[in-house]
């Protein structure tokens, strides 16, 4: 069992940053992929980004403007926002991935935190 909380949203202005904490519980955090994903109102849950040990996947609207990084020793992940938009408005979700299935697929991931709010006012 994986319980991720989430932190760091807020309310920020058009080319303001941010950063996402997730705090993971357990001793095995290490062992999985973590993702980021978001969904806004009436929007499908979209996928973000994800770090394996090694690799870094990102989605193409955020590509260059987000970094997603990792501390195993703290149990931590992060998602660096930068340049934000008013599009990247959403509620912020951070997973473990459970599955072998491709990154991007939120069916990839068995554990979910309970989100944080990100708005972007323009």
């Known amino acids: 069992q994986v319980q991720l909380v989430e932190s760091g949203g807020g309310l920020v202005q058009a080319g303001g940053s941010l950063r996402l904490s997730c705090a993971a519980s357990?001793?095995?955090?290490?062992?999985?992929?973590m993702g980021w994903f978001r969904q806004a109102p009436g929007k499908e849950r979209e996928f973000v980004a994800a770090i394996s040990w090694s690799d870094t996947y990102y989605a193409d609207s955020v590509k260059g403007r987000f970094t997603i990084s990792r501390d195993n020793a703290k149990n931590t992940v992060y998602l660096q926002m930068n340049s934000l938009k008013p599009e990247d408005t959403a509620v912020y979700y951070c997973?473990?991935?459970?599955?072998?299935?491709?990154?991007?697929?939120?069916?990839?991931?068995?554990?979910w935190g309970q989100g944080t709010q990100v708005i972007v006012s323009s």
């Open positions: 997973a473990a991935r459970t599955s072998g299935s491709y990154y991007y697929y939120p069916q990839s991931y068995g554990y």
């Open positions: 357990g001793r095995t955090f290490s062992s999985y992929a």
